[in-house]
């Protein structure tokens, strides 16, 4: 299998169906190469209930519970589940273009990169603040927005973004996954787990497509 999706989730039951229905559209999502495995991180608004209905009758879908808090555990939980070569990190806000698996399936077996990512563009229900300057660079990361252009090639420099970020399982493995103690841990916001791995991976000569 080329590619495991995988979701972790904490109280947002009322996204997931129309997450689901948005990657049940992408083109290739019917392929053998391509799971999704969703990991409910002690919610207690009944997202393991919705899940379970979800994900019934869905073969390529899966659910599992992450009883340890904090997103980097239930991202490595997810990691340990995969069947892919390639693990798919998304938001469980994402809701994914139709192409965007296909460009997936067609560039990672040509360029085999320890990390790739493509464009990341807010929701158009993202409220921003009135003061905020959405042309200043600083801000992208809190808009989750990323556009590295149309072409498919190496980056020299950049990051990741967990809305749309793949990782080699094997290297992933190989930097001993996500730091346990960074990100969110439930109601309390944190971050920069993601930078933290793949710092570590570009030290030891990772690629970023």
């Given amino acids: 299998m080329l590619i495991t999706a995988v979701i972790c ?30 990991v409910d991180n002690n919610s207690s608004d009944g997202t393991a209930e919705e899940l379970a209905r979800l994900c019934e009758g869905r073969p390529r879908f899966r659910f599992l519970e992450e009883t340890e808090q904090g997103s980097s555990a239930a991202r490595n939980r997810g990691a340990q589940e995969a069947l892919g070569e390639y693990i798919w990190y998304l938001d469980d806000d994402s809701l994914t273009e139709r192409t965007a698996l296909q460009a997936y399936m067609t560039a990672l077996p040509v360029w085999e ?5 493509g464009e990341i563009t807010p929701r158009a229900d993202t409220r921003i603040p009135w003061w ?10 809190y808009l989750a927005r990323a556009n590295f252009g149309g072409e498919t090639r190496l980056l020299e420099k950049g990051h990741a973004w967990g809305p749309n970020m793949v990782i080699r399982k094997s290297t992933l493995i190989r930097a001993g996954g996500f730091s346990q103690n960074l990100g969110v841990f439930g109601e309390r916001r944190g ?18 497509l």
């Fill in 113 to 117: 990169p320890d990390i790739a990512t």
């Fill in 9 to 38: 989730t904490y109280n947002r039951r009322e996204l997931l169906e129309n997450q689901i229905r948005a990657i049940e559209a992408m083109t290739l999502s019917d392929s053998e190469d391509f799971e999704v495995i969703y």
């Fill in 191 to 208: 971050g920069g787990e993601e930078e933290e791995l793949q710092n570590r991976i570009f030290q030891s000569g990772g690629r970023l």
């Fill in 132 to 141: 905020f300057d959405i042309k200043a660079k600083q801000f992208d990361a």
